[in-house]
């Protein structure tokens, strides 16, 4: 016999990933409040991930950014 909790669950991983993620972070939140430091950076984080997933920004590999970051403050 399937509870609700094994009937949201099979309906949850149904849904596309942007829709579980932002469950996911609904959910995390309900745990623990975070501070607005917190809150800020997890806001800048998602939008920056949201950017490159829409093609807006492109992403570097990690050696090619630490290089530019080098030769920026040498």
């Known amino acids: 016999m399937t509870t609700p909790v094994d009937e949201l669950a099979v309906e949850v991983l ?3 990933a942007k829709d579980r993620a932002k469950i996911l972070e609904l959910l995390i939140n309900s745990f623990e409040p975070k501070s607005q430091a917190q ?11 949201d950017e490159v997933r829409d093609g807006k920004v492109a992403m570097l590999p990690g050696r090619e950014a630490l290089q530019r970051v080098r030769a920026r403050i040498a």
Do not use: F, K, V, Y
């Open 14 to 16: 149904d849904l596309p």
């Open 39 to 49: 809150q800020a950076w997890t806001a800048l984080a998602l939008r920056r991930r």
